[in-house]
């Protein structure tokens, strides 16, 4: 890990990565590189997940190859030197920020989306002119060696390299100081990466998650609301972290949105032979058995299938759901829906308040005036209006969560801030100089000082 790191560090220093031509060529390169070898990605995560070749395309590989686009498009014009104004107390003289690449940065990728989740903060981070050492997760196997063997493959180590492995690998690397640390995961992991890059100082991006409620109000359009909640909160079998986590449901149309998710399911996931292929798997046993006491601890309407050989729970419904349940007292990370039903928006808005901000919130309404009401009372990282978590794939969005679900974001131009630093300069000529700042000091110095500066 030392000579990898020493490797990157020397390289970076060489300047090689500050040049946009030659970040533009490498993102170009892994672009060419995910195109030429979409078989096998689709192969890997196949046999990891179950997930089909449609689900890979739109919920990974097109999120990385619209990021590539983008970055391409405007890493140019995202590099350039920026004028700003400089005012009279420095006059003669020009003010501007030159965005410099912040040098090796270390990304830590999570398992549920293995390729959008790895590859775009390292994607990022290239296009902001830094080198990169990625550590996929390494619960899906499959996935983590064909990253591994495609970029170890086709890029130099000290530029960009995978280092496979588990808890060991991660702990060595952490050891060692890097200048940026991008993390997406767990919130109890985050808190381990957090603390070890404050030995070294090394500022972090944390992707996290937590409990992201959904409101659905008493005149949402039940239809288009359960048809958008069901895909949203079963894509990917509910390994989302995004996803909609519980249901706050207006009392007086419970009953009518319970039947609308049921019908929504059946239409979205059931034929004759049971649930097709439209539908993933657990990621392993460890996470199935955690999800099944969920299931067995409360009041299933729909579903809550289980299938502890093939990793299989099918889209399941709790109702009559409180705060207090064991359901409620963590990110479920997976495919149950719990629908607390209210009849005090007030008092449910409190209920949220009082727990740790969420990674996501919805809102289902055509209420202006509420909608305004929530979105300015609840804080979390961000979210959507009528729909959920389609708020991802906006680029122009900066994602990222607040307070335990994360710090910093990314995508896009946040992205690219993200892996930079922005270098302040003051430009002056020798030509002139003022004698206002310089002693002997005076009242009448000062009352100019007062007048250029209030």
């Known amino acids: ?34 195109k030429e070898n979409e078989d096998l990605l ?22 990385l190859y619209h990021e590539i686009n983008s970055f391409i498009k405007y890493t140019k014009k995202w590099s350039k030197r920026k004028k700003v104004t400089t005012g009279m107390v420095n006059f003669p003289a020009e003010s501007y920020i030159i965005p410099e690449p912040l040098g090796v940065t270390l990304v830590i990728g999570a398992w549920n989306y293995p390729y959008q989740l790895s590859l775009l903060p390292a994607i ?3 296009a902001a002119g830094n080198t990169v050492i990625l550590k996929p997760s390494e619960l899906p196997a499959n996935t983590s060696k064909v990253m591994a063997n495609l970029i170890n493959d086709n890029f130099p180590e000290n530029y960009f390299h995978v280092v496979e492995g588990g808890v060991q690998e991660t702990n060595l690397l952490l050891e060692h100081r890097f200048d940026k640390i991008f993390f997406t ?78 019908m929504e399911i059946e239409a979205s996931f059931e034929n004759e032979h049971g649930i097709d292929e439209n539908y993933l798997q657990i990621i392993n046993t460890k996470n199935f058995d955690r999800l099944s006491k969920l299931v067995e601890s409360g009041q299933v309407y729909f579903g809550g299938n289980l299938n502890r050989e093939e990793s299989f729970i099918s889209p399941t419904i709790l109702h009559n759901v409180s705060f207090t349940d064991e359901v409620m007292k963590e990110e479920i990370f997976g495919p149950i829906l719990p629908i607390i039903s209210f009849d005090r928006l007030e008092k449910t808005i409190e209920e949220v308040k009082s727990r740790p901000k969420p990674l996501s919130c919805y809102i289902y309404s055509k209420n202006r005036k509420t909608i305004r009401k929530l979105l300015k009372t609840l804080s979390f990282g961000g979210g959507a209006i009528n729909d959920s978590v389609m708020h ?63």
């Open 1 to 34: 890990m030392e000579k990898l790191l020493l490797q990157q560090r020397d390289f970076f220093n060489t300047d090689q990565t500050k040049n946009v031509d030659f970040r533009l060529s490498q993102l170009e390169k892994v672009k060419a590189i995910l």
């Open 42 to 63: 689709y192969e890997a995560i196949y046999k990891d997940f179950k997930k089909s070749e449609f689900e890979t395309y739109t919920t990974e590989l097109s999120l």
């Open 124 to 126: 990022t981070s290239i």
């Open 185 to 262: 995961g767990s919130i109890p992991v985050g808190k381990i990466i957090y603390q070890a890059a404050a030995k070294h100082l090394t500022p972090v991006t944390l992707e996290l998650g937590g409990k992201s409620p959904t409101f659905v109000l008493a005149d949402a359009d039940l239809k288009m609301t359960a048809k958008r909640i069901v895909w949203s909160k079963f894509l990917n079998a509910g390994q989302t972290c995004i996803s909609p986590d519980y249901v706050l449901v207006d009392k007086s149309i419970e009953q009518a949105f319970l039947d609308a998710l049921k």
């Open 392 to 454: 991802l794939t906006n680029s122009k969005l900066p994602f990222g969560g607040v307070g335990f679900s994360g710090i910093g974001s990314y995508h896009g131009k946040a992205g690219f801030d993200s892996f930079t630093h922005y270098k302040s300069i003051l430009d002056k000529p020798f030509w002139f100089e003022p004698n206002i700042k310089y002693a002997p000091y005076s009242k009448w110095k000062k009352a100019i000082i007062k007048w250029i500066m209030e």
